[in-house]
């Protein structure tokens, strides 16, 4: 399987990001808009199955670490990409065959394309995550136990730094600080690897169903929620109206809460969303509706487009839906990176799909 | 500044122009409405004409003129009269990734750009250098277009942190070509490059259409002899003193909504509720909470052209007094607009002899309205009855969507249109129709009092967050003073954190506005006083001179009683 990404495709990826974003991500528009630009000077960026590479091809994971706000001021330069692979080729003695988002969701899972789309190389269809995660580790080719060394990070500037750390918990706290130092952000890459270990290490498909949700939102005629629905399998948790907008920094993450009261068929119904960058559980009443590591978005009502965290506000009219994870992230050392415990809730990982079986 | 007497109030709406004239205890003294001419201006002048004129109101006693003007809306939307503007922005190696003017409309870039360029320098997020400013960079790219310019948009990367690389830059022109205008991006808009850049050539485009109206608003009060203190309203429903909307003209975009909200407001004397604004051609309906209109979240786009201004969150549908009807007599096949005959209403619609079924034949058939000839839309019965009813559920739907919370609300139908709403609406608990509804948004724009805001990247020092905010609340109460409010009288009246995340060093960015009441307005004759002395040198109400240029702020006029 091969495709040229074209710009209706990459509109499409951008809204099905956003909504795979989770709520954080950061911005896709200018995600999109660096891919548009790389698209028209550079040609259309091909998306290739791993199947389509040889076993031995080496994959770079990549995207920006640092701050969503850096991201909409200090735009990229667009050959980011291209340094980190000049620095991973000469690191690892070995040629870079295609490049891949290390997260799927928000705006880092266009910038790649840009990147590729620029040195004339593909992308695979797939990710580290199926979604958006705030910490660097928090991906499953941590969770299939690839090394995350070397880890290359640069600037628009050219700065390089090289890092070999421990683990990948060090890995994320080297990485953070250097990115302050770069002025907020950074482009990165780790858990650099095969294709025959992508294979077992990533979540596959994911642009694929990313420009599925895109395209079944901007084909959809009247519900497109329904259309969103189909395209995902995924559980609509409610429709409301955000009453309430709860939001504090510690230790640089953003935290808080969302409530929304119910309309339509949902009246009467009270709903709460913990958020850490991107959302992580939906309350009803002291019952989890829906937590980590599974997807829980909030959309405009409606235009069915996604909200980013730090764009819901009081009075907007959003519906509520959670759609299962990778299930890798199911498996017991998925669930300790990312499930309720590793965000400090106290309570087990139940699945979306029997939590909507219980209430419904 | 002239001590306060009489208030005119324009409002330039896309059917209808209206005019008021207030006395000091915000009496409606005279109001007219004269349809809006394709020029604008020419509408203005008759507006101006008609209410002085027509009232026997002793104009000689008007101290202050508030204009909300389409004009660069509709420079925009037409590409007309807009300036060439040298776009510089500054911030390579990054943002290569993405141009200016990317996103434009080939034909509106065609019209406004000059040519643009990126040129090395730019801010950090906590105030270093992104890299050296490159001065020969602009100067080259300066007398490159030298002459093809009418005037020069320089946008900074994290200018909102600090504005001295456009500083700079501004310098650089200054010393190549002269006297043109030049807009920095740190005195338009906030955190977002693209969009803020965006404003920036935009503001920078419009600086001629609005000396055009500021010229000519003047010459039509100077043939009445008059020669009041000029203001114009801005796109948050606030205000800005004459000079300051001759230098930032984007600044005015969309200023409509917003004062007939305000306007509705001062007509009730409530502070929350819905409201309704009919016009000829389609209809907003906002939110007013705590006597101000509920902002949105996006920010607006003009002319497909996406910026960081926040308007008043509205619903908007294309239902009018002057909106055509189209279907079977007998009401099958029912189509509502978009078409409106407009201005026309009085030549087209039936009940006025003339061909054609709109709204307001459909208000007169079922009762709402008493207008011209009832018996000559008897014919077409079917059809109005079945477009009032269309009609009802577009409105009850947008009221709906606009709501904030369950329950009934009350609705303040304002507008000249506003007999197109019926007395029940699902969701509305009671409507009001306050006397001058008609002139709601001229009255609103005539209501002003002073506002000031801050909206930039604050790092957390000694004293903290608590600190940072109480800076930026000082510095909003500043710039409202600065822009003529009576310092007694100024409240914070939004204060908003946005924390950055995945940053390990404290850093916020804060949104504060300030209003209060325009100084010596309302207050006794020392408050008044008092006012004078914080006012810049150089002359009453120079808002913007003595503001601080190290963030993006404004000082401007802000509705409020």
Redesign the interface.
């Known amino acids: 399987m091969k495709r040229l990404l074209d710009e209706f495709a990459l509109r499409a990826l951008a809204r099905g990001c956003a909504i795979l974003g989770t709520g954080g991500g950061g911005d896709p528009r200018?995600g999109l808009?660096?891919a548009?630009?790389?698209l028209e000077e550079a040609g259309p960026t091909e998306l290739v199955d791993l199947d389509d590479l040889p076993d031995d091809a080496l994959i770079m994971p990549c995207g920006m670490?640092?701050?969503?706000?850096?991201h909409?001021?200090?735009?990229?330069?667009?050959?980011e990409g291209e340094v980190l692979r000049q620095y991973l080729e000469r690191l690892t003695g070995r040629a870079v065959a295609a490049l891949m988002p290390a997260e799927i969701g928000g705006s880092n899972g266009l910038l790649p394309l840009?990147w590729a789309g620029r040195m004339g190389l593909p992308v695979v269809d797939a990710d580290g995550m199926g979604r958006a995660f705030?910490l660097i580790p928090q991906v499953t080719m941590h969770l299939a136990g690839i090394d995350p060394n070397p880890g290359v990070m640069t600037d628009?500037?050219?700065n390089v730094l090289v890092f070999h750390a421990v683990s990948g918990h060090w890995m994320e706290r080297l990485e953070?600080?250097a990115?302050?130092e770069f002025?907020?952000a950074g482009a990165a890459t780790e858990y650099t690897m095969t294709v025959e270990q992508a294979r077992g290490a990533t979540v596959r498909g994911t642009f694929t169903l990313a420009i599925k949700i895109g395209e079944a939102l901007t084909g959809a005629v009247g519900d497109s929620m329904a259309a969103l629905v189909a395209a995902t399998g995924g559980f609509p948790l409610m429709s409301g109206?955000v009453?309430d907008v709860e939001?504090?920094?510690t230790?640089?993450?953003?935290r808080g809460s969302v409530v929304v009261?119910g309309?339509g068929d949902d009246?009467g119904r009270l709903l709460r969303v913990e958020i850490q960058?991107e959302n992580l559980v939906a309350l009803e009443q002291g019952k989890v509706l829906a937590s980590v590591p599974d997807l829980i978005t909030i959309l405009d009502s409606?235009t069915a487009d996604a909200i980013p965290t730090?764009?819901v506000?009081?009075?907007?009219?959003v519906t509520l839906i959670a759609m299962p994870c990778a299930p890798i992230w199911r498996s017991e050392f998925g669930l300790q990176m990312a499930g309720p415990r590793a965000f400090g809730y106290d309570f087990d990982y139940v699945p979306v799909e029997e939590l909507a079986g219980a209430y419904a | 500044m002239p001590t306060l007497d009489y208030r005119l109030g324009i409002d330039v709406g896309g059917t209808n122009t209206d005019a008021v004239i207030l006395d000091r205890a915000d009496q409606v003294l005279a109001k007219s409405k004269v349809p809006t001419t394709p020029d604008v201006t020419g509408g203005i002048v008759a507006a101006l004409d008609a209410v002085i004129s027509g009232s026997g109101v002793d104009a000689a006693r008007i101290t202050h003129a508030m204009l909300g003007t389409t004009h660069a809306t509709n420079a925009v939307l037409e590409r007309r009269r807009l300036q060439r503007v040298a776009v510089i922005r500054i911030g390579a190696p990054a943002t290569l990734g993405v141009r200016p003017m990317f996103e434009w409309p080939a034909d509106l870039v065609a019209v406004v750009s000059a040519g643009a360029v990126v040129v090395p320098g730019g801010i950090e997020f906590d105030g270093r250098d992104l890299s050296p400013f490159d001065e020969s960079a602009v100067a080259a790219f300066l007398s490159s277009v030298a002459g093809r310019c009418d005037g020069v948009a320089i946008t900074s990367v994290f200018a909102p942190v600090s504005p001295r690389h456009e500083l700079l830059a501004a310098e650089i022109v200054k010393r190549e070509l002269g006297e043109v205008h030049v807009s920095l991006s740190h005195e338009i808009g906030s955190v977002g490059l693209l969009e803020r850049e965006n404003a920036t050539i935009l503001n920078a485009s419009l600086v001629g259409v609005a000396g055009d109206v500021a010229r000519a608003l003047g010459q039509a009060l100077a043939a009445h002899s008059l020669s009041p203190v000029t203001f114009f309203a801005q796109n948050d429903g606030t205000l800005m003193a004459l000079d300051h909307a001759l230098r930032y003209p984007v600044l005015t975009i969309g200023s409509g909504p917003a004062n007939s909200i305000r306007g509705a407001a001062f007509l009730t004397g409530r502070t929350d509720a819905l409201v309704a604004d009919v016009g000829g051609t389609s209809t907003d309906v906002g939110v007013l909470v705590n006597g101000f209109p509920r902002e949105s979240s996006q920010g607006v786009e003009i002319g497909g052209i996406r910026t960081n201004f926040r308007m008043p969150d509205l619903v908007t549908i294309a239902l009018g007094g002057g909106t055509v009807l189209a279907g079977d007599q007998d009401g099958r096949n029912i189509r509502l607009g978009p078409e409106s005959v407009g201005y026309r209403l009085l030549d087209e619609a039936l009940v006025f002899g003339g061909p054609t079924p709109t709204l307001t034949d459909a208000a007169v058939a079922t009762g709402r309205a008493r207008l011209g000839d009832a018996s000559a839309a008897e014919a077409w019965r079917g059809l109005l009855e079945a477009a009032s009813r269309a009609s009802d559920a577009q409105l009850a739907d947008a009221i709906d969507r606009v709501k904030t919370a369950k329950g009934d609300l009350t609705l303040i139908a304002v507008g000249g249109g506003s007999i197109l709403i019926p007395d029940e609406l699902p969701g509305v608990s009671e409507v009001i129709r306050p006397d001058h509804f008609d002139a709601a948004n001229a009255i609103g724009a005539a209501i002003a009092s002073v506002s000031g805001q801050v909206d930039r990247i604050f790092h957390f020092g000694p004293g903290g967050r608590k600190a940072a905010l109480e800076e930026a609340s000082a510095e909003a109460r500043d710039h409202a003073v600065a822009a003529g409010a009576d310092p007694e009288s100024v409240q914070i009246v939004e204060l908003e954190e946005i924390p950055l995340a995945y940053l390990t060093s404290p850093a916020v960015r804060i949104r504060a506005k300030a209003a209060g009441a325009l100084g010596g307005l309302y207050g006794p004759a020392d408050a008044a006083a008092d006012a004078e002395a914080h006012l810049p040198a150089g002359g009453p109400l120079h808002a913007g001179s003595s503001i601080p240029a190290n963030n993006f702020t404004h000082g401007s006029i802000r509705g409020g009683t």
């Open positions: 200018i808009l660096l548009l630009q790389a670490v640092g701050a969503p706000t850096v909409i001021e200090k735009i990229e330069n667009g050959g840009c705030p628009e500037r050219g953070r600080s990115a302050v002025g907020g109206k009453t939001r504090r920094t230790k640089g993450f953003v009261e309309l009246v960058n409606e730090e764009r506000r009081y009075g907007q009219r």
